[in-house]
Structure formats: structure tokens, C-alpha cells
């Protein structure tokens, strides 16, 4: 018996048979949901199991006003391309008004659209266009803080009397400096000195970002009510961004010096971290068919089953980073280390056995805040480019879990050859910069050779759609950079053609929804310490499915354990179909990747 309950698998398997029907039923419209939908039997086929997500940061997905920044109208042009990729949901970063300090992070209204990305009329429509295509919309929910520009802290800050206050969190110095020794994840102390009041303000991330107090319930209410706004709208997804950090230490203590460098993890000990979550569900959640997402970044895995155990009421995707995170330093995060296949997929074997039978992971090898996936984790040299991304992409479709492409992951698109400090905007970098370079721990050199390959701009730069002027991404001034390789990696040139890196992923897509296994079915490697080649089998009922994947730029034949043997091949990257009924072994060519059924 499976460690995720067979009976519980074999009935899915059974109902999988009406999936398509529920998906019709419950995906295109999004009003409060009955009863029946929001407590359905949990072996029943789920939407957000069964989507496939799409990633679109707007400021650089398609401009269509000339302002060299991506926008809602650019999203509602390039949905017939995202259908026909087979794309049934899109996450996108925050639409909100903000002074974008922090690209959108930093949100100065709730309920009001980021003027560079449109109008609230232009988000309504968003939301039509999708229901007309079955689709889905998911956007982030930025709530662990506000821009410093909010009413709110304009109101908190003007005075200690103020009612909005306690909005926020203000402290007296601790004998002339900040209250306590709280890093920023963005460089330097957590805590901003106001010199009007005297007291400083907490900031996790940047000084333009407050920490809101969740311990206010006036707080709590007047987050809950901003989700019913957006829900009401239409909205089928909420994705909670740094969800981990809204409880915070009492008191403010000093951490303990040999626990600074792991402060990520220390601000998700809130003793009402749970407690807060589970209100915002009874509260607001439970009343929609919604899926709810949560960056559950800093927790240490095994405790990342508590946001997203379906017995708990909290939340029902789990983000978790310790695969993408598996090549950086904890307290030097913008620093690389080499990483080996096995520490890969057993990281992998570790997420998937900490979601269990009650919990439900999202897959992903990269996002807006992280390098793309081709250059981290494949080969991006021109002569393997292809080959390795249809590679990644058979991984990040056949997993146990939700997957979510970032744009341009569908095209091969891959780091920016970033060479000097000023081709730069991400604010983390430039915090990082000023811990590190100026004040002399390391040098220049290091420092850029690092950040290269780490910047989360390398995510940022705008997508790639054909091989014209700005890549066919404004006709204005881009707000960043455009890849130079656009010429040779754009949508336009792969729609059409049949074995590219975007039809790959159309079949991989397809293949998915066709077949249930790959979405429900127990995972299981079948070489955890293998440093070549990544084999796992999806299994369901009396179904095994056999995932393969060379991560090497050689040639090796490759022997199936386990006496497994080929059924037939449902899918290879090669189109080559080199594996035959009854193989036990197998060919692979450099960064092959295929999915077989096994006897």
C-alpha cells in the first residue's frame, strides 16, 4: 500500500472519468460556491490538482500602449496563445497600485489597479476574456506588508496617537539604536527610524515596506474584506505571498547570534501564524471554490504540511524552495554552490513524501524571483538549449503536484548576460551590494560573478515574442533589458513548428490532462543516487507510468530497474520514438526525456 493511501488513489482513478465535466462546471464561472463544492469528498477530482498554471509577471509579459511596460490589455491579447499552449490558469504578480519600489510588492491600494498596467474596467474585462476560455485567474496577495505610501501608514507614521498606529509595528531604540538586531531580507536592519515620532517601524523586507500587525484584528478585517472584493470579481486563485511571516515574535527579543544568519527561518516562528490562517479560511476562503497558494518560504520543510493539510483549513498549495534554492547559501542567499543530480531528485523525494496524502505541493523550477530554470538547472548553450528544456519540462509536468510554468519557460528563454552593477534593478541585488561590496567583505568581481547566475532580474527581463523590434514586446522604450538572443529564442518562430520547445510543451500539457496518473498517481524514484540519468514511475490503480530523463550531454544506455519493461511510449522529446514494446533498456540520447507505460 502507497504511502499516500491506495483507496483513496484508486477512487480518484474512478471518478477521473467525469473530471472533465466538473472542470466545465466549476471553472468558467466563479461566484460564492455552493456547499457541495467547497466541502466535496477529497477523492473526488480537483480543479487546481488538475490545472496547469501559468506565470505572468505583467510589467514584462506584452505592452500595448507604447510605455515600455507590460499591461492588463497585453495579457488579454496573448490569451488565444496561452490556450492554445493548454494553459487552464494564470498567476499573476501584483496588479495593485503601487510606487513600485519593489516591482509591485509595495502596495499603496487594495482595491485600486496599478496605473502602468491599466484600469479596473481593463481587469474586469481580463477576467471576461478568460471565462469566455475556460480559464482561470490567480493573482498574489502581498499582505504581510504595505507600501510605505498607503493611507494606512501615512496615517500610522503622522503621530503615536494616531488610531492607525497600531496598524503597524512601532518601537522605541534600544539605548540609541534599532530595538533589536533584525536583518532585512533586502540588506541591512528590519527597522526604519521615523525622526518625526522618534520610533522605529518594522520592515522585513524593504523601508518602503511596513510590516502590517496582524495581532490588530481591525487589521485582519480590513485584509479579510480586500479578499472579498477580488473574490466577488471573479477571481478563482489566491496566491499569499510570504503567508509564514504574518505572526510575529512577541516582544521583539534580539536573535540569538548563531541564529542570524538563519532569520528567514526565525520569522516564521509567530505563535499564531496557524491560528491566523485558519480564520482567514473560515472566514473568507471556505466561502468560494478558490485555490489558495502559499509561498511558504523560511519554514523547514517538514512543517510545510501544516499550511496545506486539507485537515487543517488552512491553505491547499504549498510553495516550497528548497529545490530552488538548492545551490545557494543560507547566509549569503545571492551566493552559488554547485549541486549534483542526486541531491536534486532527493530533494524532490523530499517534498513530495512531506505533502503526503493530505497535503498538495505546486512544482516549479523557477519565478519571478529566482534565475530561469534552462540556465540553472539545464544547459543553455545554443547546441543543448532545446534539448534541455524539453527535458525540464517533462519534469515539471509529470510531478505529483500543480504545475506552474513562468513565461517564457515554454520557449527555451534563459538568463540575461548581465555584465556590470548598472544593468541591474532588482532591489535585492542592490541591498546586497551595499552589505557586501561597499563595505569591503567581498569584491566586485565575486559579487557580479554570483549574482549573474542568482538576480532574480534574470526572470524579469521582458518575454520574447518575435524577432523584431524589442522583440516584439513594445514599440515604445522597454522598462529593462531584452535578452540579446531573442532573435534566435521567440515565440514567433516556435508556434508553428512542430518540434519546438513551445509544442513540446503543448504535448507534455496535453498529455497531462489525458492521462490522470500523472497528476494523481504515487511517485517514486528508482535510483535516488543515479549522478546521469533521472527515472521515476507515476502510479495509479493497476496504471504505472515511467518518467525518464538524461541530465547528461552524452549518450547512455540506460537498463529500466525495478523489472520494469516498455509498454508503449507515450511521449519523447526526440520524436523519435526509439524505445520499443518490451525494452528493458533503453537508449538515451543527451538530455533525452520520454514518458513510457510499463507492464
Not at 153 to 179: E, H, L, V
Not at 237 to 246: K, S
Not at 492 to 505: G, K, M, T, W
Amino acid at each position: 500500500m502507497s504511502r499516500y493511501g491506495l483507496s483513496t488513489a484508486i477512487a480518484i482513478f474512478l471518478a477521473t472519468s467525469f473530471s472533465a465535466k466538473c472542470y466545465q462546471a466549476y471553472g468558467a464561472t466563479q461566484t460564492k460556491a455552493p456547499e457541495a463544492i467547497v466541502q466535496q469528498s477529497d477523492t473526488l477530482p480537483t480543479w487546481w490538482k488538475q490545472a496547469v498554471f501559468y506565470q505572468v509577471y505583467p510589467r514584462s509579459f506584452k505592452d500595448t500602449n507604447g510605455d515600455g511596460i507590460g499591461d492588463i490589455n497585453g495579457i488579454i491579447e496573448k490569451l488565444d496563445y496561452l490556450k492554445t499552449l493548454g494553459i487552464d490558469a494564470i498567476w499573476i504578480n501584483p496588479h495593485y497600485d503601487s510606487p513600485n519600489v519593489d516591482n509591485g510588492y509595495d502596495i499603496s491600494d487594495y482595491r485600486n489597479i496599478m496605473k502602468e498596467y491599466g484600469t479596473m474596467e481593463d481587469f474586469d474585462r481580463l477576467i471576461a476574456e478568460m471565462k469566455k476560455r475556460n480559464m482561470r485567474l490567480m493573482i498574489d496577495v502581498v499582505i504581510n506588508h504595505t507600501s510605505d505610501q498607503h493611507p494606512w501608514f501615512i496615517q500610522s507614521k503622522s503621530s503615536k496617537d494616531s488610531p492607525y498606529r497600531n496598524y503597524y509595528f512601532w518601537r522605541d531604540d534600544k539605548d540609541g539604536q534599532a530595538p533589536n538586531n533584525y536583518p532585512s531580507f533586502f540588506g541591512g536592519s528590519a527597522w526604519q527610524k521615523d525622526d518625526k515620532t522618534g520610533q522605529y517601524y518594522l520592515h522585513y523586507f524593504s523601508r518602503q515596506q511596513p510590516d502590517l500587525n496582524w495581532d490588530n484584528p481591525k487589521v485582519r478585517q480590513e485584509l479579510y474584506d480586500m479578499l472579498r472584493f477580488w473574490l466577488d470579481k471573479g477571481v478563482s486563485g489566491l496566491r499569499f505571498d510570504t503567508v509564514a511571516t504574518y505572526s510575529k515574535i512577541p516582544g521583539f527579543p534580539d536573535l540569538p547570534q548563531q541564529r542570524v544568519a538563519h532569520f528567514a527561518e526565525e520569522y516564521t516562528k509567530g505563535p499564531n501564524i496557524h491560528r491566523y490562517v485558519n480564520e482567514m479560511n473560515r472566514e473568507v476562503l471556505s466561502h468560494y471554490d478558490v485555490a489558495t497558494a502559499g509561498e511558504i518560504f523560511g519554514v523547514p520543510l517538514e512543517q510545510s504540511i501544516n499550511f496545506v493539510d486539507r485537515r487543517r483549513n488552512e491553505l491547499n498549495i504549498a510553495f516550497t524552495f528548497d529545490l530552488l534554492r538548492i545551490d545557494r547559501y543560507v547566509d549569503e542567499r545571492w551566493r552559488r554552490k554547485d549541486w549534483n543530480l542526486a541531491q536534486f531528485r532527493q530533494t524532490i523525494d523530499k517534498v513530495d513524501h512531506t505533502a503526503g496524502e493530505y497535503g498538495w505541493n505546486a512544482f516549479f523550477l523557477d519565478n519571478h524571483d529566482y534565475p530561469r530554470a534552462l540556465s540553472h538547472f539545464g544547459d543553455d548553450r545554443p547546441q543543448w538549449r532545446e534539448a534541455s528544456a524539453k527535458a525540464l519540462a517533462t519534469l515539471i509536468l509529470t510531478q505529483r503536484a500543480t504545475p506552474f510554468i513562468y513565461q517564457g519557460s515554454e520557449l527555451g528563454m534563459t538568463n540575461y548576460p548581465f555584465k556590470k552593477m548598472d544593468d541591474f534593478e532588482d532591489i535585492e541585488v542592490k541591498g546586497f551590494w551595499h552589505d557586501y561590496v561597499e563595505t569591503g567583505k567581498v569584491t566586485a568581481d565575486e559579487f557580479l560573478q554570483n549574482v549573474r547566475q542568482t538576480s532574480r532580474d534574470n526572470n524579469r527581463t521582458p518575454f520574447q515574442w518575435d524577432a523584431g523590434k524589442n522583440a516584439g514586446f513594445t514599440v515604445g522604450t522597454p522598462w529593462f533589458k531584452i535578452n540579446p538572443n531573442y532573435t534566435a529564442i521567440n515565440a514567433a518562430s516556435q508556434v508553428n513548428d512542430p518540434n519546438s520547445v513551445f509544442n513540446y510543451y503543448r504535448q507534455l500539457i496535453k498529455t497531462r490532462h489525458d492521462i490522470p496518473t500523472l497528476t494523481y498517481g504515487t511517485y517514486m524514484d528508482l535510483d535516488p543516487e543515479n549522478e546521469s540519468v533521472y527515472a521515476y514511475t507515476r502510479t495509479l490503480g493497476t496504471e504505472k507510468y515511467l518518467v525518464i530523463i538524461n541530465f547528461k550531454e552524452k549518450t547512455i544506455r540506460y537498463s529500466l530497474p525495478k523489472n520494469l519493461s516498455i509498454d508503449n511510449v507515450i511521449i519523447e522529446s526526440n520524436n523519435q520514438h526509439t524505445a520499443r514494446k518490451n525494452d528493458t533498456m533503453i537508449v538515451l540520447k543527451p538530455w533525452h526525456a520520454g514518458i513510457y507505460k510499463v507492464n
